[in-house]
């Protein structure tokens, strides 16, 4: 826990997010905006993309300051009303909710197969 707090005022360190097999990690960096970046299979996928959200009268995202990580993991089976290949589809992720100063939050999630 010591090492995740440190991470919350060392905002330059990235944060990692890894699926629950371990092969896709996402890696998200703090600084002007907030930076994130995926790979799978030891590959580059996704490199420095910006997360970001325009409103009337702010642009949440900007100059973000971290107030609070927390680490989440979800497990369960979906049934889908219309029957596709399987009849159950296994929904298994970790995740990571970033809260930020000006009251908003951004959660990623690393799936086996991808990210949200």
Same mark, same amino acid.
């Given at each position: 826990m010591?090492? #995740? =707090?440190?991470?919350?005022?060392?905002q330059s360190k990235p944060i990692d997010l890894s699926s629950p097999n371990?092969?896709?990690k996402v890696s998200i960096n703090l600084s002007d905006k907030i930076y994130y970046s995926v790979?799978?299979?030891?590959?580059?996928?996704l490199t420095k993309n910006t #997360? =970001?959200?325009?409103l009337r009268d702010e642009i949440l995202g900007k100059s973000p300051k971290l107030i609070s990580?927390?680490?989440?993991?979800?497990a369960d089976l979906i049934k889908p009303y219309v029957s596709l290949k399987f009849?159950?589809?296994?929904n298994s992720y970790n995740g990571l909710v970033l809260t930020f100063k000006g009251n908003f939050?951004?959660?990623?999630?690393a799936f086996d197969d991808g990210i949200a």
């Open positions: 010591a090492g #995740l =707090s440190s991470q919350l005022y060392a371990g092969e896709i790979a799978g299979k030891k590959q580059e996928l #997360l =970001s959200l325009t990580s927390k680490k989440t993991k979800g009849s159950t589809v296994k939050s951004v959660e990623f999630r």
